[in-house]
């Protein structure tokens, strides 16, 4: 059984950094690309990023290219989301996650043990 807490959230002012850490238990996420997602108040849960098995292949959304930065540690059992240059529209409970597939879509079914979350807030 893979499960996965996510951790690093917190406030920040916008223009800042975070890095939030997606840390796996219980099993491995070795051999399965791995998703970022986020959601706001009142908002669908969309997803953010992904990595894929070897870490060669990433995706980002549109809103986040260029400011965010997924990465992933297999042997440390670990992904990663560098946000800089936070805006406040980044605020939101963000989600990792593990996909079933072999390759990353934008697709929210595709993805399995999901943590709990953690809190991004930016606002000056």
């Known amino acids: 059984q893979l499960q996965l807490v996510e951790s690093g959230g917190g406030l920040v002012q916008p223009g800042g950094s975070l890095r939030l850490s997606c840390a796996a238990s219980g099993s491995t996420f070795y051999g399965k690309p791995i998703g970022w997602f986020r959601q706001a108040p009142g908002k669908e849960r969309e997803a953010v990023s992904c990595?894929?098995?070897?870490?060669?292949?990433?995706d980002y959304a549109d809103s986040v290219k260029g400011r965010f930065t997924i990465s992933r540690d297999d042997a440390k059992g670990t992904a990663y989301l560098q946000i800089d240059n936070a805006k406040p529209e980044d605020t939101g409970v963000y989600y990792c996650?593990?996909?079933?597939?072999?390759?990353?879509?934008?697709?929210?079914?595709?993805?399995?043990?999901w943590g709990q979350g953690t809190q991004v807030t930016v606002s000056s």
């Open positions: 996650a593990a996909s079933i597939m072999f390759f990353c879509r934008r697709t929210i079914s595709d993805f399995r043990s």
């Open positions: 990595i894929n098995l070897s870490g060669t292949t990433t």
